[in-house]
């Protein structure tokens, strides 16, 4: 089955520390990858995307993020947290040779940055 | 500015009642989704709709229908036969494969 893991619930980390994020995949074929957060309320924000080429994405809010082929993985990244980054992380997926607009998402991680 | 818009923000439903979630968008997207999001269970796929006039299921579309008689638009209605309807519901649409959802700011959904 096709899936999306986020392994932790909840990241902490301390203001003007690296903060990373991570995401793990199984789909067959090429994935579409894909970052989201959302804040209270509110509906998902896109982050970024790796679709091919470069394995290292630069996304929204000097978030970036690194596909790993062989360990099936696209972490998010940011080298230095802010206060304002304390959200909810959505990881998505969308395989390519799927012959449907489906996405699978992974159950969220919340980022907890502390001041 | 194109974007997606869900109303109404908060829906009250009665015993027995069934309520419709409105969603609609001016990105000129072909593919529309509906999401049911559950604290601690991120999102789940209620029903799709890639094209003017076809739907499909998603994941959890029990107690549930949708319509896509517009592009611009994909109402959901929550019938009586959802017995749990408590959520925050998240309209998204999207261009094509290779390309991001777009959601709106949803809609929170209570029983009264």
């Not at chain 1, 990858?33 to 994405?57: A, E, H, S």
């Not at chain 2, 989704?33 to 006039?53: A, H, K, M």
């Not at chain 2, 959890?60 to 229908?65: K, P, R, T």
Request: proline share 5%; glycine share 8%; with cysteine.
């Amino acid at each position: 089955a096709q899936s999306v893991a986020q392994p932790e619930d909840q990241v902490n980390v301390a203001e003007g520390n690296p903060l990373t994020v991570k995401c793990t995949y199984s789909v067959s074929g090429n994935p579409y990858l894909f970052w989201y957060v959302q804040y209270p309320n509110r509906g998902l924000q896109f982050l970024l995307k790796y679709i091919t080429g470069d394995n290292l994405v630069k996304g929204s809010y000097g978030f970036e993020a690194e596909f790993n082929k062989s360990q099936t993985s696209f972490h998010l990244k940011k080298p230095s947290a802010l206060v304002s980054d304390s959200a909810l992380y959505f990881c998505a997926v969308r395989p390519s040779t799927s012959g449907t607009y489906k996405y699978i998402f992974g159950t969220g991680t919340r980022l907890k940055v502390l001041a | 500015d194109g974007g997606i818009t869900q109303s109404p923000k908060y829906l009250f439903r009665k015993e027995g009642q069934n309520v419709t979630l409105s969603c609609e968008q001016n990105l000129n997207h072909d593919a529309m989704y509906w999401y049911r999001q559950d604290p601690g269970q991120g999102l789940r796929l209620i029903y799709y709709s890639q094209i003017v006039n076809d739907f499909q299921k998603g994941d959890i579309a029990e107690g549930y229908s949708v319509s896509r008689e517009k592009k611009e638009s994909f109402p959901l209605t929550v019938t009586s036969a959802q017995k749990n309807p408590t959520a925050f519901y998240l309209c998204a649409s999207s261009p094509w494969m290779n390309q991001p959802q777009h959601f709106g700011d949803g809609t929170r959904l209570s029983i009264l």
